[in-house]
Protein backbone atom coordinates (compact mmCIF):
# COMPACT_ATOMS: atom_id res chain seq x y z
CA UNK A 1 0.00 0.00 0.00
CA UNK A 2 2.99 2.27 0.98
CA UNK A 3 4.32 1.60 -2.65
CA UNK A 4 1.13 2.58 -4.29
CA UNK A 5 1.13 5.50 -2.15
CA UNK A 6 4.47 6.68 -2.93
CA UNK A 7 3.82 5.68 -7.15
CA UNK A 8 0.44 8.23 -7.15
CA UNK A 9 2.25 10.80 -5.16
CA UNK A 10 5.59 10.90 -8.22
CA UNK A 11 3.58 9.40 -11.12
CA UNK A 12 0.15 10.88 -10.72
CA UNK A 13 -1.73 7.75 -11.41
CA UNK A 14 -2.42 4.08 -10.94
CA UNK A 15 -4.19 1.10 -12.76
CA UNK A 16 -7.80 0.48 -12.01
CA UNK A 17 -6.95 -2.30 -9.32
CA UNK A 18 -4.39 -0.34 -7.53
CA UNK A 19 -7.03 2.42 -6.86
CA UNK A 20 -9.53 0.07 -5.74
CA UNK A 21 -7.29 -0.97 -3.14
CA UNK A 22 -6.99 2.39 -1.78
CA UNK A 23 -10.99 2.82 -1.36
CA UNK A 24 -11.39 -0.79 -0.04
CA UNK A 25 -8.58 -0.55 2.57
CA UNK A 26 -8.89 1.84 5.18
CA UNK A 27 -5.88 1.51 7.33
CA UNK A 28 -3.96 3.73 5.29
CA UNK A 29 -6.20 6.58 5.00
CA UNK A 30 -4.25 9.20 7.45
CA UNK A 31 -1.27 8.25 4.80
CA UNK A 32 -3.52 9.02 1.76
CA UNK A 33 -4.68 12.04 3.08
CA UNK A 34 -1.08 13.28 4.43
CA UNK A 35 0.54 11.84 0.80
CA UNK A 36 -2.79 13.86 -0.79
CA UNK A 37 -2.13 17.39 1.08
CA UNK A 38 1.91 17.28 0.67
CA UNK A 39 0.76 17.03 -3.37
CA UNK A 40 -1.48 19.86 -3.31
CA UNK A 41 0.68 22.07 -1.42
CA UNK A 42 3.59 21.48 -3.87
CA UNK A 43 1.45 22.10 -6.81
CA UNK A 44 -0.98 24.74 -5.69
CA UNK A 45 0.57 25.96 -2.71
CA UNK A 46 -1.21 26.87 0.51
CA UNK A 47 -3.77 29.63 -0.62
CA UNK A 48 -7.56 28.87 -1.00
CA UNK A 49 -9.90 30.44 -4.15
CA UNK A 50 -13.32 31.60 -2.79
CA UNK A 51 -15.86 31.56 -5.11
CA UNK A 52 -19.23 33.27 -4.37
CA UNK A 53 -22.25 31.12 -5.18
CA UNK A 54 -25.21 32.43 -5.98
CA UNK A 55 -28.51 29.92 -6.19
CA UNK A 56 -30.38 32.11 -9.14
CA UNK A 57 -33.04 29.60 -9.59
CA UNK A 58 -34.30 26.12 -8.46
CA UNK A 59 -37.18 25.51 -11.34
CA UNK A 60 -35.44 22.64 -12.88
CA UNK A 61 -36.80 20.47 -15.94
CA UNK A 62 -34.77 17.75 -15.25
CA UNK A 63 -35.36 14.78 -12.72
CA UNK A 64 -32.77 13.50 -11.45
CA UNK A 65 -33.59 10.99 -9.05
CA UNK A 66 -31.65 12.31 -6.02
CA UNK A 67 -32.28 15.69 -6.19
CA UNK A 68 -34.62 17.61 -3.80
CA UNK A 69 -35.10 20.43 -6.62
CA UNK A 70 -36.05 18.08 -9.71
CA UNK A 71 -39.35 18.34 -11.60
CA UNK A 72 -41.53 16.24 -10.04
CA UNK A 73 -41.29 17.59 -6.52
CA UNK A 74 -44.66 19.29 -6.29
CA UNK A 75 -43.91 20.02 -2.20
CA UNK A 76 -41.30 23.09 -2.95
CA UNK A 77 -41.48 26.54 -3.51
CA UNK A 78 -39.98 27.65 -6.57
CA UNK A 79 -38.12 30.59 -7.20
CA UNK A 80 -36.20 32.47 -9.65
CA UNK A 81 -33.67 35.83 -9.17
CA UNK A 82 -34.52 38.09 -11.61
CA UNK A 83 -31.43 39.52 -13.65
CA UNK A 84 -30.71 42.53 -12.19
CA UNK A 85 -30.95 40.86 -9.29
CA UNK A 86 -28.73 38.38 -9.71
CA UNK A 87 -26.12 41.35 -10.89
CA UNK A 88 -26.57 43.24 -7.62
CA UNK A 89 -25.57 39.87 -5.61
CA UNK A 90 -22.46 39.79 -7.84
CA UNK A 91 -21.83 42.68 -7.54
CA UNK A 92 -21.78 42.49 -3.66
CA UNK A 93 -19.38 39.40 -3.88
CA UNK A 94 -16.92 42.21 -5.99
CA UNK A 95 -16.93 44.60 -3.39
CA UNK A 96 -16.29 41.81 -0.66
CA UNK A 97 -13.14 41.02 -2.85
CA UNK A 98 -14.35 37.58 -4.28
CA UNK A 99 -12.59 37.31 -7.87
CA UNK A 100 -15.03 34.47 -9.05
CA UNK A 101 -18.75 34.55 -9.42
CA UNK A 102 -20.61 31.18 -9.35
CA UNK A 103 -23.96 31.22 -10.76
CA UNK A 104 -25.95 28.19 -10.18
CA UNK A 105 -29.26 26.97 -11.58
CA UNK A 106 -31.60 24.35 -12.33
CA UNK A 107 -32.37 23.85 -16.32
CA UNK A 108 -34.90 26.76 -16.43
CA UNK A 109 -35.61 27.19 -19.11
CA UNK A 110 -36.99 30.86 -18.77
CA UNK A 111 -32.88 32.11 -18.74
CA UNK A 112 -32.96 31.95 -22.19
CA UNK A 113 -29.16 32.74 -24.04
CA UNK A 114 -29.70 36.47 -24.62
CA UNK A 115 -30.79 36.70 -20.41
CA UNK A 116 -27.77 34.89 -19.52
CA UNK A 117 -25.61 36.97 -22.06
CA UNK A 118 -27.00 39.98 -20.70
CA UNK A 119 -26.07 38.14 -16.92
CA UNK A 120 -22.67 37.26 -17.94
CA UNK A 121 -21.78 40.16 -19.55
CA UNK A 122 -22.81 42.42 -16.77
CA UNK A 123 -21.02 40.86 -14.06
CA UNK A 124 -17.88 40.99 -15.90
CA UNK A 125 -17.32 44.22 -16.21
CA UNK A 126 -17.10 43.77 -12.49
CA UNK A 127 -13.33 42.23 -12.99
CA UNK A 128 -14.21 39.14 -11.31
CA UNK A 129 -13.59 35.33 -13.17
CA UNK A 130 -17.53 33.76 -14.38
CA UNK A 131 -18.16 30.23 -13.60
CA UNK A 132 -21.76 28.80 -14.79
CA UNK A 133 -23.13 25.90 -13.15
CA UNK A 134 -26.68 25.87 -15.53
CA UNK A 135 -26.71 22.25 -16.89
CA UNK A 136 -26.97 20.96 -20.73
CA UNK A 137 -26.57 23.77 -23.57
CA UNK A 138 -26.14 23.26 -27.09
CA UNK A 139 -21.99 23.94 -28.37
CA UNK A 140 -23.33 27.33 -30.16
CA UNK A 141 -24.60 28.37 -26.64
CA UNK A 142 -21.63 27.37 -24.84
CA UNK A 143 -20.13 29.68 -27.50
CA UNK A 144 -21.93 32.37 -26.81
CA UNK A 145 -21.28 32.29 -23.09
CA UNK A 146 -17.77 31.84 -23.53
CA UNK A 147 -18.02 35.22 -25.94
CA UNK A 148 -19.85 36.87 -23.40
CA UNK A 149 -17.37 36.58 -20.94
CA UNK A 150 -17.90 33.09 -18.79
CA UNK A 151 -14.77 31.67 -17.94
CA UNK A 152 -15.43 28.20 -16.18
CA UNK A 153 -18.08 26.03 -16.61
CA UNK A 154 -19.67 23.44 -13.70
CA UNK A 155 -21.04 20.37 -15.33
CA UNK A 156 -20.84 16.96 -12.82
CA UNK A 157 -21.19 13.72 -14.92
CA UNK A 158 -22.30 11.87 -11.29
CA UNK A 159 -21.48 9.10 -12.05
CA UNK A 160 -19.58 7.07 -15.32
CA UNK A 161 -21.31 3.96 -14.74
CA UNK A 162 -23.72 4.07 -17.78
CA UNK A 163 -26.25 1.80 -15.96
CA UNK A 164 -26.72 3.84 -12.97
CA UNK A 165 -26.51 6.96 -14.93
CA UNK A 166 -29.28 5.74 -17.06
CA UNK A 167 -31.15 4.60 -13.55
CA UNK A 168 -30.49 8.21 -11.75
CA UNK A 169 -31.23 9.86 -14.95
CA UNK A 170 -35.24 9.59 -16.35
CA UNK A 171 -34.84 11.06 -19.85
CA UNK A 172 -30.96 12.07 -19.95
CA UNK A 173 -28.57 10.07 -21.60
CA UNK A 174 -24.93 9.16 -20.55
CA UNK A 175 -23.42 10.34 -24.13
CA UNK A 176 -25.54 13.62 -24.08
CA UNK A 177 -23.68 14.03 -20.94
CA UNK A 178 -20.32 13.32 -22.23
CA UNK A 179 -21.10 15.35 -25.22
CA UNK A 180 -21.55 18.66 -23.04
CA UNK A 181 -18.41 17.86 -21.28
CA UNK A 182 -16.74 17.94 -24.83
CA UNK A 183 -18.63 20.44 -25.91
CA UNK A 184 -18.08 22.68 -22.41
CA UNK A 185 -13.97 21.80 -23.27
CA UNK A 186 -14.42 23.13 -26.89
CA UNK A 187 -16.15 26.31 -26.50
CA UNK A 188 -12.76 26.99 -24.48
CA UNK A 189 -14.12 26.96 -20.70
CA UNK A 190 -12.22 25.83 -17.49
CA UNK A 191 -14.26 22.46 -16.98
CA UNK A 192 -15.38 21.04 -13.98
CA UNK A 193 -16.90 17.92 -13.54
CA UNK A 194 -17.17 15.59 -10.31
CA UNK A 195 -19.49 12.91 -9.05
CA UNK A 196 -22.01 11.70 -6.08
CA UNK A 197 -20.30 9.15 -3.90
CA UNK A 198 -23.15 6.76 -2.36
CA UNK A 199 -25.72 6.42 -4.83
CA UNK A 200 -27.74 3.46 -4.41
CA UNK A 201 -26.08 0.18 -5.81
CA UNK A 202 -23.03 2.47 -7.04
CA UNK A 203 -19.52 0.02 -6.32
CA UNK A 204 -16.00 0.54 -5.71
CA UNK A 205 -15.19 -0.50 -9.20
CA UNK A 206 -17.19 2.12 -10.50
CA UNK A 207 -15.87 4.96 -8.43
CA UNK A 208 -12.16 3.97 -9.30
CA UNK A 209 -13.30 4.35 -12.74
CA UNK A 210 -15.00 7.30 -11.94
CA UNK A 211 -11.29 8.55 -11.28
CA UNK A 212 -9.73 7.73 -14.25
CA UNK A 213 -12.18 9.66 -16.11
CA UNK A 214 -11.13 13.06 -14.25
CA UNK A 215 -7.40 11.78 -15.55
CA UNK A 216 -8.69 11.10 -18.97
CA UNK A 217 -11.07 14.23 -19.24
CA UNK A 218 -8.17 16.41 -17.35
CA UNK A 219 -10.97 18.14 -15.81
CA UNK A 220 -9.57 21.69 -14.01
CA UNK A 221 -12.14 21.54 -11.41
CA UNK A 222 -13.66 18.51 -9.75
CA UNK A 223 -16.54 18.81 -7.60
CA UNK A 224 -17.40 15.42 -4.98
CA UNK A 225 -19.78 15.04 -2.07
CA UNK A 226 -21.36 12.53 -0.45
CA UNK A 227 -24.89 11.50 -1.85
CA UNK A 228 -27.52 12.96 0.44
CA UNK A 229 -31.04 11.64 0.74
CA UNK A 230 -33.84 14.27 -0.29
CA UNK A 231 -37.25 14.56 0.75
CA UNK A 232 -39.74 14.02 -1.82
CA UNK A 233 -37.31 12.03 -4.35
CA UNK A 234 -37.45 8.67 -5.34
CA UNK A 235 -34.34 8.36 -2.98
CA UNK A 236 -35.73 9.77 -0.15
CA UNK A 237 -35.56 6.57 2.23
CA UNK A 238 -31.38 5.61 0.93
CA UNK A 239 -28.62 5.62 3.33
CA UNK A 240 -26.45 8.37 2.67
CA UNK A 241 -23.20 8.42 1.15
CA UNK A 242 -19.69 7.46 3.09
CA UNK A 243 -18.17 10.37 4.81
CA UNK A 244 -14.62 9.24 4.70
CA UNK A 245 -14.86 7.70 1.45
CA UNK A 246 -15.42 11.05 -0.02
CA UNK A 247 -12.61 12.53 1.32
CA UNK A 248 -10.72 9.26 0.03
CA UNK A 249 -11.90 9.67 -3.62
CA UNK A 250 -11.25 13.60 -2.86
CA UNK A 251 -7.55 12.71 -1.66
CA UNK A 252 -6.95 10.09 -4.85
CA UNK A 253 -8.11 13.11 -7.59
CA UNK A 254 -5.49 15.75 -5.82
CA UNK A 255 -2.73 12.57 -6.26
CA UNK A 256 -4.27 12.02 -10.19
CA UNK A 257 -4.59 15.71 -11.25
CA UNK A 258 -2.14 17.48 -9.06
CA UNK A 259 -2.82 21.24 -10.06
CA UNK A 260 -6.60 21.09 -10.44
CA UNK A 261 -9.11 22.95 -7.92
CA UNK A 262 -10.85 21.34 -6.10
CA UNK A 263 -13.18 22.30 -3.59
CA UNK A 264 -14.50 21.39 -0.61
CA UNK A 265 -18.06 21.01 -0.72
CA UNK A 266 -21.39 21.89 0.96
CA UNK A 267 -22.39 17.99 0.74
CA UNK A 268 -18.97 17.12 2.99
CA UNK A 269 -19.61 19.61 5.64
CA UNK A 270 -23.25 18.60 5.74
CA UNK A 271 -22.20 15.25 6.86
CA UNK A 272 -19.56 15.61 9.17
CA UNK A 273 -18.91 19.08 11.48
CA UNK A 274 -15.63 19.23 10.48
CA UNK A 275 -15.93 18.56 6.74
CA UNK A 276 -14.78 21.62 5.34
CA UNK A 277 -11.66 21.52 7.38
CA UNK A 278 -11.16 17.80 6.38
CA UNK A 279 -11.24 18.29 2.69
CA UNK A 280 -9.11 20.96 2.92
CA UNK A 281 -6.19 18.81 4.82
CA UNK A 282 -6.84 15.86 2.13
CA UNK A 283 -6.60 17.78 -1.25
CA UNK A 284 -8.91 20.55 -1.30
CA UNK A 285 -8.11 24.11 -2.28
CA UNK A 286 -11.24 26.27 -2.83
CA UNK A 287 -14.26 26.81 -0.98
CA UNK A 288 -17.67 28.44 -2.33
CA UNK A 289 -19.33 30.65 0.35
CA UNK A 290 -23.19 31.44 -0.63
CA UNK A 291 -24.01 34.86 -1.24
CA UNK A 292 -27.24 34.10 -2.11
CA UNK A 293 -29.92 35.93 -0.36
CA UNK A 294 -31.21 33.97 3.21
CA UNK A 295 -35.06 33.92 1.01
CA UNK A 296 -34.07 31.66 -1.51
CA UNK A 297 -31.58 30.15 -0.05
CA UNK A 298 -33.40 27.98 2.06
CA UNK A 299 -35.33 27.26 -1.23
CA UNK A 300 -32.08 25.75 -3.10
CA UNK A 301 -32.67 22.45 -1.00
CA UNK A 302 -31.35 19.80 -3.47
CA UNK A 303 -30.61 18.08 -0.30
CA UNK A 304 -31.44 18.31 3.42
CA UNK A 305 -29.80 20.43 5.58
CA UNK A 306 -27.78 21.73 3.61
CA UNK A 307 -24.68 23.04 5.71
CA UNK A 308 -22.30 26.25 3.65
CA UNK A 309 -20.69 29.12 4.52
CA UNK A 310 -22.55 32.04 4.61
CA UNK A 311 -20.97 35.11 3.19
CA UNK A 312 -23.28 38.66 4.02
CA UNK A 313 -20.00 41.07 5.41
CA UNK A 314 -16.44 41.49 5.49
CA UNK A 315 -16.71 40.40 9.05
CA UNK A 316 -17.89 36.52 7.74
CA UNK A 317 -15.07 37.19 5.36
CA UNK A 318 -12.39 38.14 8.29
CA UNK A 319 -13.76 35.15 10.09
CA UNK A 320 -12.99 32.44 7.07
CA UNK A 321 -9.33 34.06 7.12
CA UNK A 322 -9.61 33.51 10.70
CA UNK A 323 -10.55 29.72 10.29
CA UNK A 324 -7.54 28.91 7.30
CA UNK A 325 -5.02 30.69 9.41
CA UNK A 326 -5.38 27.96 12.12
CA UNK A 327 -4.67 25.04 9.40
CA UNK A 328 -1.62 27.62 7.72
CA UNK A 329 -3.46 28.34 4.65
CA UNK A 330 -4.57 31.93 3.45
CA UNK A 331 -6.93 33.46 1.06
CA UNK A 332 -5.80 34.44 -2.17
CA UNK A 333 -6.08 37.40 -4.55
CA UNK A 334 -6.16 36.60 -8.01
CA UNK A 335 -8.76 34.58 -10.05
CA UNK A 336 -8.16 31.41 -9.08
CA UNK A 337 -7.47 29.59 -12.37
CA UNK A 338 -5.78 26.08 -12.78
CA UNK A 339 -2.22 26.15 -12.63
CA UNK A 340 -1.07 24.56 -15.48
CA UNK A 341 1.10 21.87 -15.53
CA UNK A 342 2.88 19.34 -17.74
CA UNK A 343 1.45 16.37 -15.86
CA UNK A 344 -1.90 17.18 -17.27
CA UNK A 345 -1.81 17.39 -21.05
CA UNK A 346 -4.25 15.92 -22.92
CA UNK A 347 -3.23 12.18 -24.26
N1 LIG B 1 -26.94 14.78 -2.41
C1 LIG B 1 -25.71 15.23 -2.73
N2 LIG B 1 -25.44 15.95 -3.82
C2 LIG B 1 -26.47 16.22 -4.66
N3 LIG B 1 -26.51 16.89 -5.82
C3 LIG B 1 -27.79 16.90 -6.25
N4 LIG B 1 -28.58 16.26 -5.38
C4 LIG B 1 -27.78 15.81 -4.38
C5 LIG B 1 -28.00 15.05 -3.21
N5 LIG B 1 -29.21 14.60 -2.89
C6 LIG B 1 -25.33 17.41 -6.50
C7 LIG B 1 -25.22 16.87 -7.94
C8 LIG B 1 -25.21 18.13 -8.77
C9 LIG B 1 -24.75 19.18 -7.80
C10 LIG B 1 -25.10 20.58 -8.15
O1 LIG B 1 -25.38 18.80 -6.60
O2 LIG B 1 -24.01 16.17 -8.09
O3 LIG B 1 -24.37 18.05 -9.90
Known amino acids: MKYIL ?24 DELFLTANKVRKKFVGNEIHLRALIEFSNICSQNCCYCGIRRDN ?20 ASLGFKTIVLQSGEDAYFNIEKLSYIVESIKKLD ?22 ADRFLIRIE ?4 KLYKKNHPNMSYQNRLKAIKNIKKAGFEVGTGILIGLPDQTIDSIADDILFFKKINADMIGLGPFIPAENTPLETTKHGDFNLSIKVLALTRLFLPDINIPATTAM ?68 FRKTSKYNKIS
Open 269 to 336: ETLHPNGRKIALQAGANVIMPNLTDEKYKKLYNIYPNKAGINVFSNDDIEEIKKQLNTIGRTISTDYG
Open 74 to 93: KKIQRYRIEPDEIIEIAKKA
Open 128 to 149: VAITLSIGEKTLEEYQILKNAG
Open 159 to 162: TTDE
Open 6 to 29: QKAKEIHNLSKEEIVKILSVDDFD
